[in-house]
Each structure stands twice: as C-alpha cells, then as structure tokens.
C-alpha cells in the first residue's frame, strides 16, 4: 500500500556521487531509499480495508558488535495488487491537467538513454496521456486541460465511452510547447472542469460519492515557495481536497523539493512521484494508474504502546524521531504488486530499547477513518524471540533484514566525513552488503555497493 506521498526515489544522491559531485546528505532518505525497493507484506489481505504486517529482527550491528532489536511495520490493503481489479475501482471524474510551457519541449537528462533523449518530454507525456485509453472505462468521465502563461481547456469533460478517441489524439497531437508557467491557472481550471460537472449532475458537495474525483497534474516545473500560499498551487489543491477533488502530481523530470512534499504530504488525497525516463513515465502510468486514483482511507495513525522506540525509519513525517506515534498519515493509497506479493516501499522500521528482549508483547495499534468518516481501529502483537546461546541474530524474513541493510547504509551515508576511519567502515560496509546479497535475493542491492566503492575514491 502506498501510504506516503514523499519523495518516491533518491536518484539525484545517485547522479551525484557517480559524476564525482560531492556527498549531499540531505538528498537521501530512509524513506526514499525504502521506495525503490520491494518488501514482503505476508499473504496478501481479501477482507480487511487496511490492516498490518510486522515482523521482528535481532541484528549484530557490524561497527559496534551490539545486539540491536528491529520491528518493521508494512500496511496493506484488500484493494492491493489484484485486488482493486477483483472488488474493482469506482468510476472517475479526471481531469487531466498538463504543462504545454516552454521548457516541456526539452528531453530527459541524466537517467534516459540516448534513444529515449530524443524525445521532449512534451512528447512523452502525450503519448502517454494517450496511452491511457486501457485504463479508463465508459463510465469515467475524461477532460484535458493545457497550461502556460493561462490555461484553458484542449477536451472537453465527457463520459469516456462517448469520446471521439480519433478527434482526442488529434488535440493532443497538436500540442507544442510554449510560453512560461503558471501552475495555479492549470489547477484552478481543472478543478473547474469538475466543479462544473458536479453541479450539473445535481452531485451533494457534503455527501459521499461512488466516484472519484483526481485532477492528474503533469509539470516539468521545480515549484516554488510561493506556491504553498493561498493563492498558489498547493493551497489550491488543499482547498479542493475539502470538496473531495484530490490531486496527483507528477514531476516530470523534477524532484519536488523537500519543503513541497511535506504540503503534499499533509493534504488529504493528495500523492506525488516523480519520472526521469520516457520508460519510467510509460510505466508508472500503465501499471499504476489505477492506484493513484483511488485514496482507501484517510488520518491514519500508527502507534506502539510505551515508550521503548529509540528510532523511525521510513516515515516521512517521523524519520529518527523518539515518539509512540511512528506515522500520522493524511492518505492511504493501494499498491501495485510484484509476483511475489511485494509492494514497492511502504515500511517503516522501529529500532527498539534492548529491553524488548524481555519477551514481554508490544501492542501494535493501527487507527483510521474511511471514505465515509468511520473510525476503525487495527491492533498486533508483537513478541521478540528468545536467542538460543550460539546465536547472534534472528530475521523474521528477508525483507526485514533489507530494510536494516538499508538502514545502516543511509545512516553511514548521512554521517559520512571525509577520513580514514570513514574509508574503514564504507570497505566493512561492502563487504556487508556482498555478504547480505545472496541471503536477501536482491540483486538490486549491488548498485549502493557501487555508490560506496566510488565514496571511497573521494
């Protein structure tokens, strides 16, 4: 299940470090780290409308030798994986809002191949948009709205089985990129689109519909400060979110500043990725869309009972804070799943008191309202094993053991000085990591191994 809506990759930290940039510690999250991964979420859920996996680890730190006590907490959902495809989606009312301005009409840099820069990125999301046409369904309601300097409407909103998908792609064909960039006419005139449609189907603002009203916003823009103010685009997405239009945005080609996805963040409904390939845009939209669109529920909290938390890892709004409460969420999405039932991200990892160790059980307390305002309330228990004497560690499985792995690379990451006691502990941390890799199963792992042997070049 997505849960956050923070940043959804740390490419930039990667880019960095292999063109021989300095370390930027603050460009890398355990948060954004734990997305680009996949984690076991157990047998996936049939019944439940949200609900939790957790699982236990005792891991040999490898620069102190202590014993140290992990739980990792992932939420899932009925409507994960094939689930939203088995209950199905509600019907839409979207109102796609793209950025046509000026600088739309460059190509990708630095993660696209050659063949892929040859395209602007105005010409991938067109294609895209209209590679959209397997995702809606006749019921959903379909408009365009295009935005520079002002915005104004390219297609009408209409039911998507009454579209002229000829007259469509010619639109969207005709587009070029033009003039500058103003976001807050582009939101304000797809929300519009909607307004105006729920009014005329005679739709109760107060009352909960079977449809679900998203304004999809694609921009290559690196939003400013000035847009978290009551005019500007965020407070504007805020604003709709109470009259339950809720927004996506995409940065196409951009990562939103950290200020700006802690808005996103706290507006309900509302998610945010980002792409930086015309491949990565093409399929995040076709095997994601449905679950961008769909909020499951709403103010989710997670707390452990006590105060035996030492540190959270992975939550966007607590990373290494000392709290009981270790995610207060505004908006619960579902999850596209691999063939192994793994979501991409979504865990959080409590580092605990050694004292957990006595055996004694924790409570593990998930709190939340759907759609319709009800409270609902999960509650686990979570015991730690008890080590027989020839044994150092215990992993419940190997996701958990992952996210530790990560866990340690960040926090060496995050503390990294330029010394030879640094250069020490990066050879012990390879070193970790090629021996974790075969037990974990994740090749993928080899990349931060890379990262590390080019830190140690500095």
């Known amino acids: 299940m997505k849960k956050f809506t923070g940043a959804r990759d740390t490419g930039n930290f990667r880019q960095n470090i292999q063109s021989g940039q300095r370390v930027v510690k603050s460009s890398i999250t355990y948060h954004g780290l734990f997305n680009e991964y996949y984690f076991s979420i157990g047998e996936p859920e049939n019944e439940k409308l949200m609900t939790t996996h957790d699982t236990v680890a005792i891991s040999k730190n490898p620069f102190t030798g202590n014993k140290e006590y992990f739980i990792s907490v992932a939420m899932k959902s009925k409507y994960d994986g094939e689930g939203i495809k088995k209950i199905g989606r509600p019907p839409l009312n979207c109102a796609v809002v793209l950025d046509i301005s000026g600088s739309m009409g460059s190509g990708f840099r630095g993660r696209s191949n050659q063949e892929e820069e040859k395209l602007s990125k105005l010409e991938v999301a067109k294609r895209t948009i209209l590679g959209l046409t397997e995702n809606f369904q006749k019921d959903d309601n379909f408009g365009v709205v295009i935005f520079d300097n002002d915005a104004e409407v390219l297609f009408p909103f209409q039911k998507w089985g009454q579209v002229d998908q000829e007259q469509l792609k010619k639109s969207i064909n005709s587009l070029k990129p033009r003039g500058g960039t103003n976001m807050s006419e582009g939101i304000i005139e797809g929300a519009r689109m909607i307004q105006k449609f729920l009014k005329e189907s ?85 095997t994601e869309f449905d ?168």
Request: aromatic letters at 8%.
């Open 202 to 286: 005679g739709t109760d603002p107060n009352e909960i519909s079977d449809r679900e009203n998203r304004i999809l916003f694609l921009t290559d823009a690196q939003p400013t400060a000035g847009e978290t103010k009551s005019t500007g685009l965020f407070s504007l997405a805020k604003e709709y979110s109470e009259q339950r239009i809720y927004c996506t945005f995409i940065g196409v080609g951009v990562d939103f500043n950290t200020q700006l996805l802690e808005v996103i963040t706290k507006t309900k409904g509302a998610m945010y990725f980002s792409v930086h390939s015309a491949s990565e845009f093409k399929r995040r939209m076709e």
């Open 291 to 458: 679950y961008m669109m769909m909020p499951i529920c709403f103010d989710i909290k997670l707390q452990v009972d006590g105060s035996k938390i030492k540190r959270v890892y992975g939550s966007p709004d607590s990373e290494d804070k000392k709290d009981t409460t270790i995610a207060d969420i505004s908006t619960a999405m579902p999850s596209h799943m691999n063939e192994q039932n793994e979501t991409q991200g979504g865990i959080i990892v409590l580092k605990m008191d050694p004292t957990v160790s006595d055996g004694l059980p924790l409570n593990l307390t998930l709190s939340f309202n759907d759609k319709k305002g009800n409270p609902l309330k999960e509650v686990d228990q979570v015991v730690f094993p008890s080590l027989n004497q020839d044994q150092d560690e215990f992993y419940q499985d190997s996701s958990i053991r992952k996210a530790i792995l990560l866990i340690r690379y960040v926090k060496f990451i995050k503390n990294f000085e330029r010394n030879e006691e640094n250069k020490q502990k990066a050879n012990k941390l390879i070193q970790l990591f090629k021996s974790e890799i075969p037990i974990i199963g994740d090749k993928k792992l080899q990349r931060e191994v890379e990262i590390l042997e080019e830190i140690i070049k500095f």
